[in-house]
């Protein structure tokens, strides 16, 4: 008995050497986590077109003598570190892709990068914080590939192109990356991923067990009418009346059938496309919108009542109606188990008091293909300076504290250290 105490004191000794050397690692990494991100920033691509964010990042890896794939899922890479210790396998996962958005920004590094998208010219911005993580994750990597005599398995780096959506007719994302095995050859065994939050302070983790995010579905719907003269409405069917019935019906699915008691969800119209001058009543119109879902029978009875729901109220104005409803994608999901096991680990890195269980949220992440596959923990990291107004994701004013990233470092080490010599 004296012996195994004394081995488990002088494991316990080792260990805490070891995260003494970590902190110093995190310390001394943070101006380049900021050369890094502001770098990224001024230079953003949009979803699958990530050509040099990912030559950048393949080329850092590779200097750390770390296995790199690229081309994964069109503009991913992959970076493997294998630990001197037999060991589990984990991954840890950022997104790499920017937005279709005009930086407002009144920054030095700020984006002037333009572009067409859907056939509307637009700026191009990282106003969700991917280049955050970027940024943390290459962190990651240096600090580890400098302790790889302290690693107990190997650590999969993936950098992921596409998080907010493939364009129109391809493929891409966490969905594609899964399909081309990135969580295969080795395979992991759990997976760890975190989002930067401007509307939540710095030096902060907020993380939830079970759904964290919600499901998400495209949908568009069709109304044909028959055009005529505007002074001339009894001659018309008129596919904008229609429409508007339409967007009120689907919203009493929401208000009038579902559950809400049970989890939240949304319907919402974004765009509403009909018509070329005022005094013409057109022949079609078209809407495009979302659905949230934190829970899959809501999903479903949501699904069948848009389905029944708009053909119905078309004809009730004698238009036609369709609706395509997308697959999406599915509820970001924390493993329970693995939650339980790791909070241990995000209250080490943040402190007790700076780690919170949050409720559900409707926004989307596309890490839960990943999560599907096997267990994973999704978290939010503070990116809003303390004390000043947050604001919003996907718009020019984006803005992000930049100390908050090296959190980001010290909670994917200390995740990473955890697991593997649990």
């Given at each position: 008995?004296?012996?195994?105490?004394?081995?488990?004191?002088?494991?316990?000794?080792?260990?805490?050497?070891?995260?003494?050397?970590?902190?110093?690692?995190?310390?001394?990494?943070?101006?380049?986590?900021?050369?890094?991100?502001?770098?990224?920033?001024?230079?953003?691509?949009?979803?699958?077109?990530?050509?040099?964010?990912?030559?950048?990042?393949?080329?850092?890896?590779?200097?750390?003598?770390?296995?790199?794939?690229?081309?994964?899922?069109?503009?991913?890479?992959?970076?493997?570190?294998?630990?001197?210790?037999?060991?589990?396998?984990?991954?840890?996962?950022?997104?790499?892709?920017?937005?279709?958005?005009?930086?407002?920004?009144?920054?030095?590094?700020?984006?002037?990068?333009?572009?067409?998208?859907?056939?509307?010219?637009?700026?191009?911005?990282?106003?969700?914080?991917?280049?955050?993580?970027?940024?943390?994750?290459?962190?990651?990597?240096?600090?580890?590939?400098?302790?790889?005599?302290?690693?107990?398995?190997?650590?999969?780096?993936?950098?992921?192109?596409?998080?907010?959506?493939?364009?129109?007719?391809?493929?891409?994302?966490?969905?594609?990356?899964?399909?081309?095995?990135?969580?295969?050859?080795?395979?992991?065994?759990?997976?760890?991923?975190?989002h930067?939050?401007?509307?939540?302070?710095?030096?902060?983790i907020?993380?939830?067990?079970?759904?964290?995010?919600?499901?998400?579905?495209?949908?568009?719907?069709?109304?044909?009418?028959?055009?005529?003269?505007?002074?001339?409405?009894?001659?018309?069917?008129?596919?904008?009346?229609?429409?508007?019935?339409?967007?009120?019906g689907?919203?009493?699915?929401?208000?009038?059938?579902?559950e809400?008691?049970?989890?939240?969800?949304?319907?919402?119209?974004?765009?509403?496309?009909?018509?070329?001058?005022?005094?013409?009543?057109?022949?079609?119109?078209?809407?495009?919108?979302?659905?949230?879902?934190?829970?899959?029978?809501?999903?479903?009875?949501?699904?069948?009542?848009?389905?029944?729901?708009?053909?119905?109220?078309?004809?009730?104005?004698?238009?036609?109606?369709?609706?395509?409803?997308?697959?999406?994608?599915?509820?970001?999901?924390?493993?329970?188990?693995?939650?339980?096991?790791?909070?241990?680990?995000?209250?080490?890195?943040?402190g007790?008091?700076?780690?919170?269980?949050?409720?559900?949220?409707?926004?989307?992440?596309?890490?839960?293909?990943?999560?599907?596959?096997?267990?994973?923990?999704?978290?939010f990291?503070?990116?809003?300076?303390?004390?000043k107004?947050?604001?919003?994701?996907?718009?020019?004013?984006?803005y992000?504290?930049?100390?908050?990233?090296?959190?980001?470092?010290?909670?994917?080490?200390?995740?990473?250290?955890?697991?593997?010599?649990?």
């Amino acid at each position: 008995m004296k012996k195994l105490l004394l081995v488990i004191f002088l494991l316990s000794f080792c260990f805490a050497n070891a995260q003494e050397g970590f902190e110093k690692d995190i310390d001394a990494i943070e101006a380049k986590l900021i050369e890094w991100r502001r770098d990224f920033h001024e230079n953003p691509e949009l979803s699958n077109r990530e050509f040099k964010t990912a030559e950048k990042i393949a080329k850092h890896l590779k200097s750390l003598g770390l296995e790199v794939q690229t081309g994964v899922a069109h503009t991913g890479v992959v970076g493997i570190l294998k630990g001197d210790l037999p060991g589990k396998v984990i991954a840890l996962r950022a997104d790499i892709d920017a937005l279709p958005v005009t930086e407002r920004t009144d920054i030095p590094f700020k984006s002037k990068v333009r572009t067409t998208f859907n056939d509307v010219e637009t700026g191009v911005m990282h106003a969700c914080g991917h280049d955050t993580h970027i940024s943390i994750l290459l962190g990651v990597a240096t600090i580890f590939s400098k302790h790889k005599d302290k690693i107990r398995g190997t650590i999969k780096f993936i950098f992921q192109p596409a998080e907010e959506g493939a364009p129109k007719g391809e493929e891409g994302g966490a969905e594609m990356m899964v399909k081309e095995g990135v969580l295969k050859n080795p395979d992991v065994d759990a997976i760890f991923g975190l989002h930067i939050s401007a509307g939540q302070d710095v030096g902060t983790i907020n993380y939830k067990p079970g759904g964290i995010m919600a499901a998400s579905q495209s949908f568009e719907i069709t109304v044909n009418g028959k055009q005529s003269h505007g002074s001339r409405p009894w001659t018309s069917i008129d596919p904008i009346m229609a429409s508007v019935k339409i967007i009120d019906g689907l919203q009493t699915i929401i208000s009038r059938e579902s559950e809400l008691t049970k989890e939240g969800a949304v319907i919402t119209i974004g765009k509403f496309t009909s018509g070329v001058r005022s005094n013409i009543i057109p022949e079609k119109a078209t809407l495009v919108g979302t659905i949230r879902t934190l829970d899959y029978d809501m999903q479903a009875f949501i699904n069948k009542r848009m389905k029944e729901m708009v053909p119905a109220i078309a004809k009730a104005y004698r238009a036609e109606a369709t609706i395509k409803i997308e697959k999406g994608y599915p509820i970001t999901y924390n493993d329970p188990t693995l939650t339980a096991q790791m909070l241990p680990s995000l209250q080490k890195a943040a402190g007790n008091s700076n780690v919170n269980e949050i409720r559900a949220i409707t926004g989307a992440e596309d890490f839960s293909f990943f999560q599907k596959e096997i267990p994973g923990l999704y978290f939010f990291l503070g990116g809003k300076p303390v004390g000043k107004e947050a604001t919003s994701h996907h718009t020019p004013d984006f803005y992000i504290d930049e100390s908050g990233m090296k959190l980001g470092v010290k909670a994917f080490i200390q995740l990473s250290l955890d697991y593997l010599n649990n």
